[in-house]
């Protein structure tokens, strides 16, 4: 059931971030339990959604379960308590001082429950200037650096989705630290608070680059060798409008993908690091992609040393046979998703169930957690559950 199995943790229901936090330690078999909130379902893209819990497309929900209690009465609040007291960890997705408002800030958990780690995720910190500021993901990779160096020169860069703030940034250093703390209360017995800012998880991927900067090898954008400027490392276009990406960095990959383009250009070979070259040689290159259809040059040059691999949509990557011989995709409800990574010899995880609904397992999670018939049925009555 995975490394995590036998780890409590209650979510605080969130979108993005902390949703994609619980997920991943779901997928390593903890035991994850998510508190809803009784919210209106909105609209978009001329569909129902619940941008809190979408059901069975909220994918980042799989494996927890769901109750769904109102927070702001004293009797959700006080459920929420002692559910927090019996658990290993929770994830906070609000600003600064929600919680605290709630009588569910970390001080109060912590007295309850001193081995608790109390995982706090925001945009710019739990303190700061602009702690209290809204934002999003786009917000804090442009604050961290990050943005500045993505994209073509001269034009502004192109928003990255969600991939880097909020997600890796957010949710995978969340997720990370989450387990170091867990790892470290099994000799402490002490819990603890964690801050995790996205704008400084962003921050840390771009790690290298800032080193690079330091050191004067990162040039100005467009002319480094991952960041698009070079012509062999680049997305192209195909006959049929589709795309293969190129990231022949090494000499040996680049000579390679030479030879099987039919390129003879000796030029490109002793110039091939010389940025003032790279508009040229990418005019070729372009040129050269044109002449075929991506599956085309897929049949050609997939599986060789020069670094190729075709652009697929969220419809044919899950088809590929790469993926479909390493179970990359997993459908569940009918949704096909990534599966859980990294894998694992011995505790391979496993998806325990498919997302739920907002208070669906109200009564059967509450009693796996130790509240009897008649308090389930109590707060029920009140309006908190």
């Known amino acids: 059931m995975g490394p995590l199995n036998g780890v409590r943790i209650i979510e ?51 494996g927890k379960q769901s109750v769904a209690l109102d927070l702001k009465s004293p009797d959700g609040a006080a459920a929420a308590l002692r559910l927090i007291a019996a658990s290993d960890a929770v994830i906070d997705p609000f600003r600064p001082g929600v919680l605290e408002k709630l009588g569910l800030g970390p001080d109060v958990c912590l007295a309850r429950n001193p081995r ?6 925001t945009g710019f910190g739990q303190d700061g200037p602009l702690a209290q500021a809204a934002g999003h ?49 099994r000799g402490s017995g002490q819990g603890q608070v964690l801050d995790s800012a996205m704008s400084e998880g962003s921050g840390l991927l771009a790690t290298m680059m800032y080193g690079m900067a330091a050191q004067g090898a990162w040039q100005p954008k467009g002319r480094n060798r991952i960041d698009g400027g070079a012509h062999f490392y680049d997305v192209y276009a195909c006959k049929d409008g589709r795309y293969v990406t190129i990231a022949a960095a090494e000499p040996q990959f680049y000579a390679e993908l030479l030879q099987r383009l039919g390129i003879d250009a000796p030029d490109m070979l002793t110039e091939r690091m010389n940025p003032d070259r790279w508009p040229e040689f990418k005019a070729r290159f372009a040129a050269v992609f044109k002449t075929r259809t991506r599956d085309e040059w897929s049949a050609l040059l997939e599986g060789t040393d020069v670094c190729f691999a075709p652009m697929l949509d969220f419809d044919e990557a899950p088809r590929h046979p ?15 998703q990534p599966a859980p990574t990294p894998r694992f010899s011995r505790t391979a995880p496993e998806i325990r169930n498919r997302p739920p609904v907002a208070g669906e397992n109200n009564r059967e999670a509450l009693a796996a957690w130790g509240f009897s018939d008649a308090e389930i049925e109590a707060l ?5 559950l």
């Not at 979108?15 to 508190?35: H, N, S």
């Not at 029920?380 to 908190?384: F, T, V």
Request: hydrophobic share 45%.
């Open 137 to 185: 993901d786009l917000n804090y990779i442009g604050l961290s650096g990050a943005l500045h160096v993505i994209g073509r020169p001269g034009e502004p860069p192109p928003p990255p989705l969600a991939y880097l703030g909020d997600f890796a940034g957010g949710a995978c250093m969340l997720a990370f630290g989450i387990a170091c703390a867990l790892y470290e209360t």
């Open 12 to 62: 605080f229901a969130g979108i993005g971030p902390g949703p994609m936090c619980g997920m991943m330690l779901a997928d390593m078999g903890a035991t994850v339990l998510r508190i809803d909130r009784k919210h209106p379902v909105t609209h978009y893209a001329g569909q129902a959604w619940d941008s809190y819990n979408p059901g069975r497309f909220g994918v980042l929900n799989r």
């Open 380 to 384: 029920a009555a009140s309006g908190a």
């Open 322 to 336: 790469h993926n479909v011989a390493r179970k990359a995709f997993v459908e569940i409800d009918g949704v096909v």
């Open 116 to 121: 608790l780690v109390f995982g706090r995720m």
